[in-house]
């Protein structure tokens, strides 16, 4: 037991530094020198690296202080030992590369025209960095705590959230830089919050089938033979017919769709199917928690 709660320790933190280092990385190596934008907290740090030459890895942690009390309060004590730790590790990563760029270890990539390329792997980096600290349970401060607070209370998407709150902050930031400039940040912004719920659920996804069929027992059996998935079997009537069914269910993964398919085309052509998507399986056969 103690070697177990050890690695998940071990696990959870690596994942936290793995992506404040992959987050400070694309922020000093694709937003910085291209004078280009990012949302939340680290969009106002960014604003004042611009207009007053501050650092962003010390603007980043005082800027956050004051959420830090509404997380403490909302999210609870362990889940702020997280957050604390995620945006006290990101201003330590966001000034080791700031260093590393000084001293020229780090040459950033800049250009002058072709900046969807720009924009692509800085919403590619920035939301991976982000997606593995929300997969760790931590945030790194900022309207990531908002976000957190939101996904918890509601069940929204943190992506979406975070990608509202982002607008808003890029709207704002119209006074102090180009618009081009802005616009090509949100297309960086809006790839981030795609990158961030893929790596939050994406990586699990699977189907899940609602079958209609003439002999449900019979292809239940069957899926369990050849697929070997579980399948639940629920009674149900039909709203016009006012016929008894019974409805088949089963969630497999996204490379035994075609299969399944198949298998119920075989049974019955005329079989009625609802394929849905589903996120974070939890359970035997696919992830376990």
Known sequence: ???????????????????????????????????????????????????????????????????FILGWRQLGRDAMILTIGGTVLLSLFLWVMERAVEKGWIVP????????????????????????????GGTTGGVDIIARILHRL?????????????????????????????LYTLVSVFISSKIIDFIQEGAYAAKAFTII??????LAEAITDELERGVTLMPAVGAY???????????????????????????????????SDVHDVLGEGFREE
């Open 213 to 218: 069929c003439e002999e449900p027992e019979k």
């Open 241 to 275: 017919s006012k016929a008894a069914k019974t409805v088949v269910y089963c969630v497999v993964s996204r490379f035994e769709i075609r299969k399944l398919k198949s298998l119920v085309r075989l049974h019955d052509k005329r079989a009625f199917i609802v394929i």
């Open 1 to 67: 037991m103690k070697n177990r709660r050890f690695w998940n320790i071990a696990r959870t933190w690596s994942l936290l530094a793995l992506g404040t280092a992959l987050y400070a990385f694309g922020l000093q190596y694709f937003i910085l020198p291209n004078l280009l934008m990012e949302g939340g907290v680290t969009g106002i740090s960014v604003l004042l690296q611009y207009a007053a030459d501050i650092p962003v890895s010390i603007s980043t942690l005082v800027i956050n202080l004051p959420l």
């Open 109 to 136: 990539f800049t250009t002058e025209h072709d900046f969807i390329l720009v924009v692509l792997y800085a919403g590619l980096t920035l939301g991976a960095g982000l997606g593995l600290v929300f997969r760790a």
């Open 154 to 182: 509601r069940g929204w998407s943190m992506g979406q959230i975070i990608l509202t709150l982002d607008v808003v902050i890029l709207g704002t930031s119209l006074i102090f830089i180009p618009k081009e400039k802005v």
